[in-house]
């Protein structure tokens, strides 16, 4: 193989490497991302939750005071 073809494909090379450590950096970053994505999910989810079960509670007390007034 002459000299100047294996520098090119040694060149090739590196900048294969390159790339695929750049693409290896930023799945990780995104990966990091989308864990704290969940995590802000399910945190969200659950103060959606606390929040639908405390108004149900309103509204049941409401009833009762509505029952008592009406008699």
């Known amino acids: 193989m002459p000299a100047n073809d294996l ?3 040694q060149q090739r090379i590196l900048k294969l490497l390159d790339i695929h450590q750049k693409l290896y ?3 990780q970053r995104m990966r990091a991302e989308e864990a704290n994505w969940q995590s802000e ?3 969200l989810v ?4 606390a ?3 405390k108004v149900h509670e309103m509204i049941q007390k409401l009833q ?3 029952r008592n007034c009406g008699q």
């Open 25 to 27: 950096e930023e799945n």
């Open 46 to 49: 659950q103060q959606n939750e």
């Open 41 to 43: 999910r399910t945190r």
């Open 7 to 9: 520098h090119s494909l």
């Open 64 to 66: 009762v005071l509505e």
């Open 51 to 53: 929040a639908r079960r």
